[in-house]
């Protein structure tokens, strides 16, 4: 069946057949990993709050890696009037977490030993490093109607698993996605070079707290019968910012709080 597929001939595994099944492929090939570094900044800092490598066969880099970055990012909750249940909104598009990280050690170039896939997770943004850029015929205009395969044997095997869109539509089904969100968020954008490609998704945390921050003011306003200004719901968001507050630190940057900070804090 492998030699069907194509990842082994004349009795001895082929390079893909090495990255996809074997148990050791960086013995064959060094940087065939995924490498992740999680900052708590918007930017590279010299200070990681975390760094990983995902080592193995494609298999286990892709659900290894997924699991992490899935784990390490927000889930969020709210509850709309008139509803019971409460709905779950990812920090990230969950298809679309799986479908780069699969994209990546699917279309890297692998003759290019001297760099690997990098991960970087941001406050804001989670950034996709792929060694190898498009193809002559692919390019940013065309990327969602063009179908290529650097890796054609191991684009085929994750297709047949389900692990990418065998028609090349996962890219498609990312914007979708995006478009989709509750939250609206900032769609992903992408960047390329001669020998690298790199996408960025955006986190919808921001918007989670600004949508709440608003419902947080109208329930208050609600609540004592008042209509809040706008210096009263920055009172707010400052309280939801920071729990250790003082009348002393918010007053400084929105006038006129202590009035409705004694409501607040006497009811």
């Not at 990842?7 to 065939?32: E, H, R, V, W, Y």
Request: charged share 30%; net charge positive; proline share 3%.
């Amino acid at each position: 069946m492998l030699g069907s597929l194509g990842c082994i001939k004349n009795s001895k595994p082929t390079n893909a057949g090495i990255l996809l099944f074997g148990k050791d492929p960086q013995k064959f090939f060094m940087n065939a990993y995924i490498a992740l570094a999680k900052y708590d900044s918007k930017d590279v800092d010299t200070r990681r709050l975390d760094y990983k490598e995902f080592t193995g066969n494609l298999f286990q880099q892709i659900d290894n890696c997924n699991k992490y970055i899935k784990d390490n990012t927000a889930v969020m909750s709210r509850l709309e009037r008139g509803e019971v249940r409460r709905e779950d909104i990812p920090e990230y598009g969950l298809f679309s977490l799986r479908e780069l990280i699969t994209n990546a050690v699917c279309h890297r170039d692998y003759s290019n030993f001297g760099t690997k896939v990098i991960i970087k997770m941001f406050t804001n943004r989670i950034e996709f490093y792929n060694p190898g850029g498009l193809s002559k015929s692919v390019t940013l205009k065309n990327i969602a109607n063009m179908q290529y395969s650097r890796n054609p044997i191991i684009a085929k095997i994750l297709a047949k698993v389900e692990y990418i869109e065998e028609l090349g539509e996962g890219w498609n089904k990312i914007i979708d996605e995006y478009k989709k969100h509750p939250l609206k968020p900032k769609l992903p954008s992408v960047e390329t070079g001669e020998d690298m490609f790199l996408v960025n998704i955006y986190s919808t945390k921001g918007r989670f707290a600004e949508k709440g921050n608003k419902r947080l003011g109208e329930g208050l306003g609600e609540k004592f019968g008042v209509k809040l200004g706008e210096n009263e719901e920055k009172v707010l968001r400052c309280i939801v910012a920071d729990k250790f507050a003082t009348i002393d630190s918010i007053s400084k940057s929105v006038r006129s709080a202590q009035q409705l900070l004694r409501i607040i804090w006497q009811s």
